[in-house]
Structures are given as structure tokens and as C-alpha cells.
């Protein structure tokens, strides 16, 4: 059924890929990052009820949405490392986890510098934040399972499984605001709904989006092509790439 | 697919789906436990199936909007009550500290404290909450009808008649001025 996709499972092809991707990528996130942000944090209009502290949702939502994003493409990749056995989707897994983490940290961060000023606490145990931090020690776990055994197979084996298990998760965070009476206020950009949020600040909040989308999508390029490398070292077309690059240095 | 793949997709998808049911089946035994806080409906009448309604002692969170016109505050301390509505019943909450900027009449707030009896808390800690709706000043007049107040400059600028604490003090050195 997929049998088109094999060829880019191939360690050399994939590393061709993100290699042609990347500068792209970047460039794109660089550029939208910049615009979105400098926008919303500086251009836009104070909120109504809560002045210039809204402000930080132009970083705070982009980090939590792609915190989500990035773990369920880490699971889905877990899955096709763990079924079809495809080393290229288990470097996968362990380039995403640890940007994701990041994205989940600033995410935390973010909230808990916008939940003192405006809710009058750094933190508190509701479903949202809670499930968010939940997210985080996932995160965390992928990142050790995979280098907790001897065995590195075995290991790569474990963390996926997390991976793919921890996709319970991504339901319980979205809808905990709408399942429990929680102090995080419910979702503000909705696909089936108008947004509940006026143009004039909508516009850069969705740039930001796109910006971390593109910047999760660049990084994870870099990442897999060191992976690809470290794992492929002793393989005949890296050493070839390796000679080559020693010529023309 | 070979009988290989097929079998570790299954076994995969099963302790996917067992996981979900587990996890699926504690949040269900915890509904009532997952909530941050009782809402005052919830707090007379009970909450689930067998109407579990908090005892007085014991520590809880209430969560609703400030009714206009029913925050009081001390004069001489820092002590404030207010009441909280959301669908009917009115429960009062008495706290003695700062409140947080966004605390203003109409404004859902959550507040931590003991139950007192059946429709008092005291509370020791009150956090606010706000809704996901974001606009400028000038969309939220037009549609809300709300005026843009910055929130340090809504206390002394409310004028409800319950409210005590500023009115008089302010006045004084107006007058003063226009003598």
C-alpha cells in the first residue's frame, strides 16, 4: 500500500532530503518568527480586559499547539519504527523528542508568566496544566527510555512504545477544558467556529503558528540528518561524503 | 502486509487500546475529582450521581462570577467579601489579602478556601479567570458595551453603593483643591 514511500526511508535519500529542505525551512521560519512575533508583541492592540499581559499568547499557544504537533508526529513515527521496523522512523523519534520537550517547557513557561499576573498564580493543579506537564515527563521518558538499556535496540524498542502509548494524552489535554471546570480558560482558535479572537490580533497569532510549525519541521531536519550520520558512520556513501567534504575543505 | 508486521500492529494497537480504556476508566471513577473547583449550583445541590455536597470544614475551591454590587470591603483592613453566581444560587466568600488585577464585578474568579456552611467560604487564596474572547478597547465597546478601564484603575473609580472604602478618602482632596 505504501510502497512508494519506501525509497525515502532510505537512510541516504532521507538524508539528501532534509538536507535540500532545511535551508528552506529555516529561512521561512526565521522570516515568520520575526513577523509574527515582533506583530503581536509589539504592533497589535492591548486587550480589552487584560492590557498588554494577553500579549505573550502570540508565544505561548504557537508552543503549545506544536508541543501536541510534534508528539503526535513522534508517535506516528514511533508506530512505523516499532510495526515496519524502519531505522530512518526510530532516528526519528529521537530527533523530535527533545524539541519537543523544549516546545512543551516554553509552553509551560510562557503560562505560568502570563497565569501570575493574570490569574494571581504561577501554577495550579487543573486539568490543562496539569496534562500539559503530564506531556513534558513523556517527553522526558522517550528521551531516557532510548538510553537506558544496553542494548540500544532494545532501548529504541521501549522508547517508542512510550511514544505511541503517550498519544492517550493528546485528547485529555485538548478537551480538559471543556470535560472539567478548569482555571485555563477554553480554546480560543477552533476549526469549526469563528475565532474568538478580533482580526487585528488573529493575524499575527497564526503567523506564530505557522512560524513554529516551520522552525519544529526545520530543527527536526538538522536533527535527523546528525542522526542519520552518527548511525550510517561506517556506511560507504558517508564515508564517500565524508572524503569529499575533507577534499574540498 | 507480511504476518510479521501485521501481528506486532496488533499487538500495538492492543496495548494502545487497553491503555485508553485504563486511562478512559480512571478519569470516568475520578469525574467529580478532576474538576478544579465547584461551581455554587454544585455546591447546594450536590455534585454526580449521588448529590455529594461538601460538608462545612472541609477544604475546597468555589469558582463563578462576582455578583455587581455584592463586594464589601472593610474599611479599615484588607478584609473583602463578595458573592459568587453561576446559574441560580448565590454563595458569599470572605477573604482577607490582595485580589488579583482582573478582579472586578461580573468577573469569573476562583477562590480557595473552607467551607463555612452551607453558602459561606473563607477563602486564602482568590485567583481570577478569564474567558478566551480577545479584542481591543474600542471592538469590546462597540460589542460589549464594555468601556476600557485599566485594571489598576477600576477600584477607585467604582462607585457601587455597598462600597465603602475609597469614596470618602478621595473626595477630600478634590474638595480641597477647589477651595
Known amino acids: 500500500m505504501f510502497k512508494w514511500l519506501d525509497p525515502y526511508a532510505k537512510p541516504e535519500t532521507l538524508y539528501r532530503i532534509c ?3 532545511f535551508p528552506w525551512l529555516m529561512t521561512a521560519a526565521v522570516a515568520t518568527l520575526l513577523l509574527g512575533t515582533v506583530w503581536g508583541l509589539a504592533f497589535t492592540p492591548a486587550d480589552y480586559q487584560q492590557g498588554d ?7 505561548h499557544v504557537p508552543s503549545a499547539i506544536w508541543s501536541m504537533g510534534a508528539y503526535s508526529s513522534m508517535a506516528i513515527a514511533a508506530l512505523i519504527a516499532l510495526v515496519w521496523q524502519v531505522k530512518a522512523a526510530q532516528w526519528a523519534v529521537g530527533a523530535i523528542a527533545p524539541i519537543g520537550a523544549v516546545f512543551t517547557v516554553i509552553a509551560l513557561f510562557t503560562g505560568a508568566a502570563w497565569g501570575k499576573p493574570m490569574w494571581g498564580t504561577w501554577w495550579v493543579w487543573d486539568a490543562r496544566l496539569t496534562s500539559e506537564l503530564i506531556l513534558l515527563f513523556l517527553y522526558l521518558g522517550v528521551i531516557a527510555l532510548s538510553g537506558a538499556f544496553a542494548d540500544r535496540q532494545t532501548g529504541a524498542k521501549a522508547s517508542a512504545l ?54 519544529l519541521a526545520a530543527l527536526t531536519c538538522l536533527r535527523l540528518k546528525t542522526a542519520i550520520l552518527q548511525n550510517e558512520q561506517h556506511r560507504p556513501w558517508v564515508r564517500q561524503l565524508t572524503a569529499s567534504a575533507a577534499k574540498e575543505g | 502486509m507480511n504476518p510479521r508486521r501485521k501481528q506486532r500492529l496488533m499487538a500495538v494497537s492492543a496495548i494502545l487500546l487497553l491503555l485508553s480504556g485504563a486511562v ?46 455584592s463586594v464589601k470591603r472593610d474599611e479599615t483592613t484588607l478584609k473583602v467579601s463578595f458573592d459568587l453566581v453561576d ?20 468577573q469569573g474568579i476562583v477562590a480557595q478556601g473552607t467551607l463555612l456552611d452551607a453558602t459561606n467560604i473563607a477563602a486564602t487564596e482568590v485567583l481570577a479567570k478569564h474567558d478566551e ?10 460589542m460589549k458595551g464594555i468601556k476600557h478601564v485599566p485594571p489598576s484603575k477600576t477600584y477607585p473609580q ?7 472604602y475609597p469614596a470618602k478618602a478621595e473626595s477630600k482632596p478634590v474638595a480641597e483643591a477647589q477651595q
Open chain 1, 19 to 21: 538536507g535540500l529542505w
Open chain 1, 53 to 59: 499581559s494577553y500579549r505573550i499568547i502570540h508565544i
Open chain 1, 162 to 215: 512510550l511514544a505511541v502509548v503517550g498519544v492517550v494524552n493528546l485528547p485529555i489535554i485538548h478537551f480538559s477544558v471543556e470535560w472539567w471546570n478548569t482555571l485555563h480558560q477554553g480554546a480560543t482558535i477552533t476549526k469549526f467556529a469563528k475565532p474568538s479572537i478580533d482580526a487585528s490580533m488573529l493575524w499575527p497569532l497564526l503567523i506564530s503558528i505557522l512560524a513554529f510549525g516551520l522552525w
Open chain 2, 24 to 69: 478512559g476508566a480512571m478519569l470516568y471513577a475520578l469525574q467529580e475529582n478532576v474538576d478544579l473547583f465547584y461551581t455554587p449550583s454544585q455546591l447546594l445541590d450536590g455534585i454526580g450521581k449521588d448529590k455529594v455536597k461538601p460538608v462545612p470544614g472541609q477544604r475546597l475551591r468555589i469558582g463563578g462570577m462576582v455578583v455587581p454590587g
Open chain 2, 87 to 106: 446559574t441560580g444560587p448565590i454563595v458569599t466568600v470572605h477573604y482577607e489579602g490582595i485580589l488579583p488585577d482582573l478582579f472586578r464585578e461580573g
Open chain 2, 133 to 142: 474572547d480577545y479584542m481591543p478597547p474600542e471592538v469590546a465597546a462597540a
Open chain 2, 158 to 164: 467604582q462607585t457601587s453603593p455597598q462600597q465603602t
